[in-house]
T-cell receptor, first 123, second 113 residues
Framework: DGGITQSPKYLFRKEGQNVTLSCEQN?????MYWYRQDPGQGLRLIYY???????QKGDIAEGYSVSREKKESFPLTVTSAQKNPTAFYLC??????????????????????FGPGTRLTVT | AQSVTQPDIHITVSEGASLELRCNYS??????LFWYVQSPGQGLQLLLK??????LVQGIKGFEAEFKRSQSSFNLRKPSVHWSDAAEYFC???????????FGTGTRLTVIP
C-alpha cells in the first residue's frame, strides 16, 4: 500500500529545543516537499528536494533545515531559530519528469501527494 | 508575481444543493491547475487537475472544474453536495518549468442538513 507517512501526528516541545519531523514515502518519487500551514494562510513552501543529497530553500526556509540522504526520506528539523514554530506541517512528494534541452536537463514536477501532517506545538 | 486567489473564505450550502468554489490565478501562460481537499487535521487529497486539452475536467467524488483562459479561472463545481463534502478546498497552480505549487488560501465549506 503506497503512500506518505509522517510521524508523529502530534508533537509538543519547549521553546528553545530543536525538533525533527519525519517524512517517509514508498511511491518511488524523486521529489519531496515540506509545507507549513497556518490558519487562513494556505500552504507555504519551506524546502524541497528533487534528488538525493540535494535540496533547495522555499519561501520560508529561515529557522528550518532538511536532509535527503535517502530517496524515501526527507526529515525536517525545526530549529530554535524559528520564531513561530507552532503550526501544521505537511510533507508531499511527486514525480519529476526530466526533459533534456540544449542547455541540459530541465525538471518538471507533476501533481503532489501529501502525507497526513504533523501538528507541532511549541510552548 | 504568480498568485492564486480564492475569494471566498467560507461558504455554507445545504445538502443536495449545487456548489461552485472560485479560483483565479495570475500568470501569463496557461499553468498546470489543481484542486485539493483537506478534512480537519488531515493531509491534502487531489480532487482533479488540468494540464491541457478539454477545459472541463472530471475528478473524484463527483467534482468537476472548468478552465476559462479568458477569465484566468479554474472554478470547482459539484451538482449536489453531500454532508461528507464539508472540508477545506485549495486551488493550486504550477508554472510550466517550475518545481513548486502555489496555493490559494483555501475555502472552507460547511454543509447544513
Amino acid at each position: 500500500d503506497g503512500g506518505i507517512t509522517q510521524s508523529p501526528k502530534y508533537l509538543f516541545r519547549k521553546e528553545g529545543q530543536n525538533v525533527t519531523l519525519s517524512c517517509e514515502q514508498n511511491l518511488n518519487h524523486d521529489a519531496m516537499y515540506w509545507y507549513r500551514q497556518d490558519p487562513g494562510q494556505g500552504l507555504r513552501l519551506i524546502y524541497y528536494s528533487q534528488i538525493v543529497n540535494d535540496f533547495q530553500k522555499g519561501d520560508i526556509a529561515e529557522g528550518y533545515s532538511v536532509s535527503r540522504e535517502k530517496k524515501e526520506s526527507f526529515p525536517l528539523t525545526v530549529t530554535s531559530a524559528q520564531k513561530n514554530p507552532t503550526a501544521f506541517y505537511l510533507c508531499a512528494s511527486s514525480i519529476v519528469a526530466v526533459q533534456r534541452g540544449a542547455r541540459g536537463s530541465l525538471g518538471h514536477s507533476y501533481e503532489q501527494y501529501f502525507g497526513p501532517g504533523t501538528r507541532l506545538t511549541v510552548t | 508575481a504568480q498568485s492564486v486567489t480564492q475569494p471566498d473564505i467560507h461558504i455554507t450550502v445545504s445538502e443536495g444543493a449545487s456548489l461552485e468554489l472560485r479560483c483565479n490565478y495570475s500568470y501569463g501562460a496557461t499553468p498546470y491547475l489543481f484542486w485539493y481537499v483537506q478534512s480537519p487535521g488531515q493531509g491534502l487529497q487531489l480532487l482533479l487537475k488540468y494540464f491541457s486539452g478539454d477545459t472541463l475536467v472530471q475528478g473524484i467524488k463527483g467534482f468537476e472544474a472548468e478552465f476559462k483562459r479568458s477569465q484566468s479561472s479554474f472554478n470547482l463545481r459539484k451538482p449536489s453536495v453531500h454532508w461528507s463534502d464539508a472540508a477545506e478546498y485549495f486551488c493550486a497552480v504550477r508554472k510550466t518549468g517550475a518545481n513548486n505549487l502555489f496555493f490559494g488560501t483555501g475555502t472552507r465549506l460547511t454543509v447544513i442538513p
